[in-house]
């Protein structure tokens, strides 16, 4: 591989590239450039992560969101917190919305509700799942949930 170094023009920092686009910082605030060092994606957000799969986790008051290579918003600002869309090997992002975690797909369609206390890998191919105390296996492969411990009942 080769490398690339980058002149700084005015910026405070720039990240890595990922995806032909490299976060920078301009004034306390992040955008993009692309290869050729033109800015493509205003420095308007709080934070600003990598490419993957097309899109980025910014921020904006506390709140995470992704992006296009367009700027556009493709997920709105509904999270506290995201991971980039490879969690557990697959396209998903792992989110947390008021100390609750769910996971999310590339087009923010919630594949597990953001209502859980705890998400863990189990193996290649199942996640187990915690929500008040209760324990649910979710197949991976097939996509749905192939055991669900029952609610106790008083």
Not at 60 to 87: H, P, R
Not at 93 to 118: A, F, Y
Request: glycine letters at 8%; one cysteine or more.
């Amino acid at each position: 591989t080769t490398e690339r170094y980058v002149a700084v023009k005015g910026f405070e920092r720039i990240e890595s590239f990922s995806e032909g686009f490299a976060a920078i910082r301009k004034k306390g605030k992040w955008g993009y450039i692309d290869v050729s060092e033109k800015i493509q994606i205003p420095c308007t957000y709080q934070s600003a992560g990598y490419f993957k799969n097309e899109l980025a986790r910014v921020s904006k008051k506390d709140q995470v969101g992704f992006i296009n290579k367009k700027g556009k918003v493709v997920i709105g600002f509904l999270y506290d917190e995201a991971s980039d869309f490879n969690v557990f090997g697959k396209n998903w992002s792992l989110v947390t919305r008021l100390d609750k975690v769910g996971i999310i797909d590339l087009q923010g369609n919630e594949l597990i509700p953001c209502q859980m206390d705890d998400i863990k890998q189990e193996d290649r191919q199942l996640l187990r799942i915690e929500k008040e105390g209760m324990i649910w296996y979710y197949d991976m492969q097939a996509g749905n949930y192939i055991w669900k411990e029952p609610a106790l009942e008083l």
